[in-house]
Nanobody, 123 residues
Framework: EVQLQASGGGLVQAGGSLRLSCVAS????????IAWFRQDPGKERKAVSC????????IYADSVKGRFTISSDNAKNTVYLQMNRLKPEDTAVYYC????????????????WGQGTLVTVSS
């Protein structure tokens, strides 16, 4: 059984940092990519970043480039999202998700999802 467990959200002031973690079980990082999405209430889920651990390739949404960094620890089956210089518009529920082989697919293409972790950035 595949499970993704997201954690690390919280309340932070604008300009601050948070690190999200996504612990995966039941799948191999050799075969699956892990992405982070975020969603505001009533809005569509949007891609934030994705990593393919098999070759280390990453992608980022334009809105977070230069501020967020995605990384993986294959020994711990964990993907991290380091979020720096946070802005109020980064406030959302953040989800990690797994897809087979390829980053960049829309959210409805992803096979497995974590439960979400709330990030709130105050101004």
């Amino acid at each position: 059984e595949v499970q993704l467990q997201a954690s690390g959200g919280g309340l932070v002031q604008a300009g601050g940092s948070l690190r999200l973690s996504c612990v995966a079980s039941g799948l191999s990082f050799d075969d699956y990519v892990i992405a982070w999405f975020r969603q505001d209430p009533g809005k569509e889920r949007k891609a934030v970043s994705c990593i393919r651990s098999s070759d280390g390739s990453t992608i980022y949404a334009d809105s977070v480039k230069g501020r967020f960094t995605i990384s993986s620890d294959n020994a711990k089956n964990t993907v991290y999202l380091q979020m720096n210089r946070l802005k109020p518009e980064d406030t959302a529920v953040y989800y990690c998700a797994a897809d087979f082989m390829t980053c960049g697919s829309p959210w409805y293409h992803y096979d497995y999802w974590g439960q979400g972790t709330l990030v709130t950035v105050s101004s």
